[in-house]
Protein backbone atom coordinates (compact mmCIF):
# COMPACT_ATOMS: atom_id res chain seq x y z
CA UNK A 1 0.00 0.00 0.00
CA UNK A 2 1.38 3.42 -0.95
CA UNK A 3 -0.26 7.02 0.62
CA UNK A 4 1.20 10.20 1.38
CA UNK A 5 3.23 10.38 4.69
CA UNK A 6 1.26 13.58 5.46
CA UNK A 7 -2.14 12.14 5.64
CA UNK A 8 -0.80 9.41 7.13
CA UNK A 9 0.44 11.42 10.10
CA UNK A 10 -2.62 14.11 10.59
CA UNK A 11 -4.78 10.91 10.66
CA UNK A 12 -2.96 9.32 13.79
CA UNK A 13 -2.18 12.92 14.94
CA UNK A 14 -6.43 13.33 15.59
CA UNK A 15 -6.19 9.82 17.81
CA UNK A 16 -3.75 10.63 20.25
CA UNK A 17 -6.07 11.64 22.78
CA UNK A 18 -6.38 7.74 22.63
CA UNK A 19 -2.49 7.16 23.04
CA UNK A 20 -2.31 3.93 22.03
CA UNK A 21 -5.10 1.88 20.14
CA UNK A 22 -5.65 -0.98 17.36
CA UNK A 23 -5.96 0.51 13.83
CA UNK A 24 -8.34 -1.91 11.57
CA UNK A 25 -7.79 -1.77 7.84
CA UNK A 26 -11.21 -2.81 6.72
CA UNK A 27 -13.02 -3.16 3.43
CA UNK A 28 -14.12 0.95 3.83
CA UNK A 29 -10.59 2.27 4.98
CA UNK A 30 -8.51 2.36 7.89
CA UNK A 31 -10.31 2.69 11.14
CA UNK A 32 -9.96 3.05 14.68
CA UNK A 33 -12.44 2.47 16.96
CA UNK A 34 -10.70 3.13 20.59
CA UNK A 35 -10.96 4.30 24.30
CA UNK A 36 -8.50 6.34 26.47
CA UNK A 37 -6.48 4.68 29.33
CA UNK A 38 -8.51 6.71 31.49
CA UNK A 39 -11.80 5.34 29.83
CA UNK A 40 -12.60 9.77 29.59
CA UNK A 41 -12.35 9.95 25.98
CA UNK A 42 -12.82 7.70 22.93
CA UNK A 43 -13.00 8.24 19.52
CA UNK A 44 -14.13 6.22 16.57
CA UNK A 45 -12.53 7.43 13.02
CA UNK A 46 -12.35 6.33 9.61
CA UNK A 47 -9.53 6.81 7.11
CA UNK A 48 -10.79 6.89 3.44
CA UNK A 49 -9.36 4.03 1.17
CA UNK A 50 -9.12 6.22 -1.64
CA UNK A 51 -6.04 8.17 -0.10
CA UNK A 52 -4.19 4.98 -0.66
CA UNK A 53 -2.96 3.45 -3.77
CA UNK A 54 -3.21 -0.49 -3.67
CA UNK A 55 -5.48 -0.67 -0.45
CA UNK A 56 -5.35 -3.98 1.00
CA UNK A 57 -7.86 -4.70 3.59
CA UNK A 58 -5.52 -6.38 5.92
CA UNK A 59 -6.84 -6.46 9.53
CA UNK A 60 -5.81 -5.23 12.52
CA UNK A 61 -2.75 -3.99 14.30
CA UNK A 62 -1.86 -2.50 17.30
CA UNK A 63 0.14 0.67 18.07
CA UNK A 64 1.06 0.93 21.59
CA UNK A 65 2.52 4.87 21.45
CA UNK A 66 0.79 6.81 19.27
CA UNK A 67 3.14 9.77 19.68
CA UNK A 68 6.40 8.14 19.49
CA UNK A 69 5.17 6.07 16.01
CA UNK A 70 4.10 9.85 14.71
CA UNK A 71 7.88 10.83 15.65
CA UNK A 72 9.33 8.23 13.69
CA UNK A 73 7.00 8.96 10.74
CA UNK A 74 8.42 12.48 10.65
CA UNK A 75 11.41 11.67 9.57
CA UNK A 76 9.61 10.59 5.95
CA UNK A 77 8.40 13.03 3.12
CA UNK A 78 6.55 11.82 0.27
CA UNK A 79 4.56 9.22 -0.60
CA UNK A 80 5.55 5.62 1.85
CA UNK A 81 4.89 1.79 1.01
CA UNK A 82 3.70 0.11 4.09
CA UNK A 83 3.71 -3.34 4.50
CA UNK A 84 2.70 -5.67 7.84
CA UNK A 85 4.35 -8.83 7.39
CA UNK A 86 3.74 -12.58 8.95
CA UNK A 87 6.00 -11.42 11.90
CA UNK A 88 4.15 -8.40 12.60
CA UNK A 89 6.66 -5.88 11.62
CA UNK A 90 5.14 -3.17 10.06
CA UNK A 91 7.65 -1.81 7.28
CA UNK A 92 7.48 1.65 6.08
CA UNK A 93 9.63 2.93 3.23
CA UNK A 94 10.34 5.25 0.72
CA UNK A 95 12.51 5.88 -2.34
CA UNK A 96 15.28 6.58 0.30
CA UNK A 97 14.47 5.56 3.35
CA UNK A 98 12.93 2.28 5.28
CA UNK A 99 12.00 1.45 9.01
CA UNK A 100 10.44 -1.36 10.74
CA UNK A 101 8.70 -1.13 13.50
CA UNK A 102 7.89 -4.08 16.02
CA UNK A 103 3.89 -4.51 16.42
CA UNK A 104 2.18 -5.12 20.00
CA UNK A 105 0.66 -8.14 21.06
CA UNK A 106 -3.18 -6.45 20.60
CA UNK A 107 -4.39 -8.63 23.28
CA UNK A 108 -1.82 -7.05 25.55
CA UNK A 109 -4.02 -3.55 25.16
CA UNK A 110 -7.22 -3.85 23.12
CA UNK A 111 -10.08 -2.71 24.65
CA UNK A 112 -13.39 -3.61 23.88
CA UNK A 113 -14.80 -0.66 22.15
CA UNK A 114 -18.74 -0.43 21.69
CA UNK A 115 -20.14 2.09 19.53
CA UNK A 116 -22.22 4.19 22.40
CA UNK A 117 -25.84 4.22 22.08
CA UNK A 118 -25.98 7.67 22.57
CA UNK A 119 -29.38 9.98 21.23
CA UNK A 120 -28.89 13.72 21.05
CA UNK A 121 -31.69 16.35 20.41
CA UNK A 122 -29.27 17.36 17.57
CA UNK A 123 -26.30 19.11 16.46
CA UNK A 124 -24.47 22.28 16.37
CA UNK A 125 -21.96 23.51 13.74
CA UNK A 126 -19.62 25.29 15.67
CA UNK A 127 -16.49 27.34 14.53
CA UNK A 128 -13.27 25.18 15.89
CA UNK A 129 -11.64 28.69 16.90
CA UNK A 130 -14.58 29.75 19.48
CA UNK A 131 -13.19 26.27 20.70
CA UNK A 132 -10.07 27.05 20.87
CA UNK A 133 -10.66 30.79 22.41
CA UNK A 134 -12.60 28.87 25.52
CA UNK A 135 -9.46 26.30 25.86
CA UNK A 136 -6.97 29.44 25.65
CA UNK A 137 -9.44 30.99 28.64
CA UNK A 138 -9.81 28.28 30.54
CA UNK A 139 -5.73 28.07 30.82
CA UNK A 140 -5.39 32.16 31.63
CA UNK A 141 -7.74 31.14 34.22
CA UNK A 142 -5.62 28.08 35.75
CA UNK A 143 -8.95 26.06 35.51
CA UNK A 144 -9.24 22.40 34.50
CA UNK A 145 -12.59 22.23 32.76
CA UNK A 146 -15.16 24.22 30.12
CA UNK A 147 -19.09 24.13 30.82
CA UNK A 148 -20.55 23.91 27.75
CA UNK A 149 -23.94 25.32 28.43
CA UNK A 150 -27.37 25.59 25.74
CA UNK A 151 -29.09 28.40 26.44
CA UNK A 152 -32.18 28.62 23.81
CA UNK A 153 -30.65 29.97 20.93
CA UNK A 154 -26.83 30.78 22.45
CA UNK A 155 -24.13 28.29 23.13
CA UNK A 156 -22.04 29.36 25.85
CA UNK A 157 -18.37 27.97 26.69
CA UNK A 158 -17.37 29.17 30.30
CA UNK A 159 -14.17 29.07 31.77
CA UNK A 160 -14.05 30.12 35.52
CA UNK A 161 -12.02 30.00 38.83
CA UNK A 162 -13.10 31.18 42.64
CA UNK A 163 -12.27 34.91 40.82
CA UNK A 164 -13.22 35.36 37.30
CA UNK A 165 -15.41 33.84 34.82
CA UNK A 166 -15.15 34.17 31.37
CA UNK A 167 -17.94 33.72 28.60
CA UNK A 168 -17.53 32.89 24.58
CA UNK A 169 -20.56 33.08 23.06
CA UNK A 170 -21.75 31.29 19.78
CA UNK A 171 -24.92 32.55 18.44
CA UNK A 172 -27.18 29.77 17.17
CA UNK A 173 -29.18 29.59 13.64
CA UNK A 174 -32.06 28.30 15.60
CA UNK A 175 -33.53 27.48 19.30
CA UNK A 176 -31.67 24.73 21.17
CA UNK A 177 -33.30 22.38 23.84
CA UNK A 178 -31.18 23.67 26.91
CA UNK A 179 -28.47 21.27 28.14
CA UNK A 180 -25.18 22.10 30.15
CA UNK A 181 -22.08 19.69 30.69
CA UNK A 182 -18.80 20.14 31.65
CA UNK A 183 -15.63 18.75 30.31
CA UNK A 184 -12.19 17.94 31.26
CA UNK A 185 -10.03 20.71 29.80
CA UNK A 186 -7.26 18.24 28.90
CA UNK A 187 -9.18 16.14 26.48
CA UNK A 188 -10.62 19.11 24.81
CA UNK A 189 -7.46 21.00 24.08
CA UNK A 190 -6.22 17.14 23.03
CA UNK A 191 -8.72 16.81 20.54
CA UNK A 192 -8.92 20.51 18.86
CA UNK A 193 -5.36 20.86 18.90
CA UNK A 194 -5.16 19.10 15.21
CA UNK A 195 -9.02 20.26 14.46
CA UNK A 196 -9.30 23.88 12.13
CA UNK A 197 -12.48 23.78 10.22
CA UNK A 198 -16.09 23.49 11.80
CA UNK A 199 -17.58 20.49 13.70
CA UNK A 200 -20.57 19.33 14.94
CA UNK A 201 -21.55 19.17 18.90
CA UNK A 202 -24.09 17.38 20.52
CA UNK A 203 -24.80 18.48 23.93
CA UNK A 204 -26.76 16.66 26.59
CA UNK A 205 -26.80 17.15 30.10
CA UNK A 206 -24.94 14.75 31.90
CA UNK A 207 -23.87 12.81 28.88
CA UNK A 208 -20.63 12.85 27.27
CA UNK A 209 -19.88 15.63 24.85
CA UNK A 210 -19.86 14.34 21.22
CA UNK A 211 -17.83 16.06 18.42
CA UNK A 212 -17.72 15.26 14.66
CA UNK A 213 -15.31 15.79 12.00
CA UNK A 214 -15.64 15.18 8.88
CA UNK A 215 -13.75 15.92 5.18
CA UNK A 216 -13.28 13.83 2.24
CA UNK A 217 -10.59 12.54 3.96
CA UNK A 218 -11.13 12.03 7.17
CA UNK A 219 -14.46 10.80 9.36
CA UNK A 220 -14.29 11.56 12.84
CA UNK A 221 -16.37 11.01 16.12
CA UNK A 222 -15.15 12.11 19.70
CA UNK A 223 -16.67 12.12 22.85
CA UNK A 224 -15.30 13.27 26.25
CA UNK A 225 -17.27 12.04 29.31
CA UNK A 226 -18.72 14.64 31.13
CA UNK A 227 -17.92 15.68 35.25
CA UNK A 228 -20.63 14.70 36.92
CA UNK A 229 -20.95 17.01 39.71
CA UNK A 230 -22.18 20.67 39.03
CA UNK A 231 -20.85 24.27 40.44
Known amino acids: MKLDINILIQYLERLKVLEKSVINFTEDGIKCDGV??????????????????????IGEIGIDDIGLLINKLSRFNGNVELSVNENKFLDISSSNKTMRAILPDISLFKRES??????YPGFIN???DIV????????????????????NSLLNLISENSEEKYVVSHKLTSPSQEAKVRVPLEYLRAIF???NEQVEVGIKSDYPLSIKFKNNIFDL???????MSDK
Open 36 to 57: SPSTVAACQSLLSKTTVTNYSP
Open 126 to 128: VPV
Open 221 to 227: TYFIAPK
Open 114 to 119: KKPNLE
Open 132 to 151: KEAIKDAEVLGTDEIKFELN
Open 193 to 195: ENL
